[in-house]
């Protein structure tokens, strides 16, 4: 009887240690995949991926980005040229509205116009913030608009965003989460004029989770989508924090995009929001340190310069 139940117990733990081990080769495995991923991204690319980068990060080059911003001047018939900042919550929203303002203004330090993440907070920004990105002559103006980001506890807030778009919302509007903006709102506009609408909307993502963004958050951005696709209004995502991801060369940020890290969230954003090469745009936002440096500045600029360059097309169209 004795030897019946040694048998079993050592066949047990014989069984035990087995599946032990069958863990443990599964858990190598994965860790030899991570680390084959990590050694391929030490590899810088041949190719530049998004943009030609050979003669980009020099001060010549921002020199004449700025120049070009300042020549493009929205037309005649629309005296404010407005693009909306949306996203998830924490994408980098505020940052980034942040990183235009101190691109634009080019004092040299960093602006902290809008009120950007705290740790244990809940989404930061509550209010539709509007922020002046840049004078032009004649009054016109370049205007931002910062939101509160998407997640549950803002409910169907995509209603509202598109209320924003459609120019029905004015700047201070509290997004509720529990409801929408409502006609009787003192902060509703009932009749806005074409430059009281947004004319072009930037998705801001984090490039480190564009693979984990929650289905209903997916979901709430399509219908976004769907609604400017239908205005054919101009859509550019940008791919925030693109300093955490691994750049090959030790973070250096002029070398992003022969980063195949990099080249892999592009592509993942591509298509995860059915988008063309030129509608998705990486940055690093300035969220430390108290000074501008040059290939921040350059993302920044060439990202600004392409929602302007398209905004204007599309007011262009529109008057
Ligand atoms: N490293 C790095 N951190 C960033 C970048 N952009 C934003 N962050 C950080 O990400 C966090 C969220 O940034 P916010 O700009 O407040 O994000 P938001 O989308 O406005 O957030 P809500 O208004 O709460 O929805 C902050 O801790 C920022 O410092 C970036 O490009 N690089
Ligand atoms: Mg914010």
Redesign the pocket.
Known sequence: MMWMWRTLIRADMIKGLEDERDEWKERAKCLEAQLDELRKNRVRLETPWGVDDSALFNQAKKDQLLQDLDNLVPPQQCLNLNILVT?I????????VNTFKTVLRNSGEITNI?T??GQYMD???LKLHEILLKDYPGGKKLRLY?C??ICDNAGDIQHDIISVIKGHVQNGYEFQGNQNIGQNNQLYRANPTFDQKIHCVIF?VDAKSIDEIHVDDMKKLAQIRKHIGSENIPLRLIL?????LDLYSDGDLSSVFRSRHAKLKFEAAKVKFALQDNQVRP???Y?TGPNQNLAQDILALITVKSIVEEALVYIGNNT
């Open positions: 996203g919550i924490g994408s980098g929203k505020s940052s980034l809008a950007t993440y989404s930061t920004t910062d509160r980001g801001v925030t924090k693109v300093d955490e940055i690093a936002n969220v």
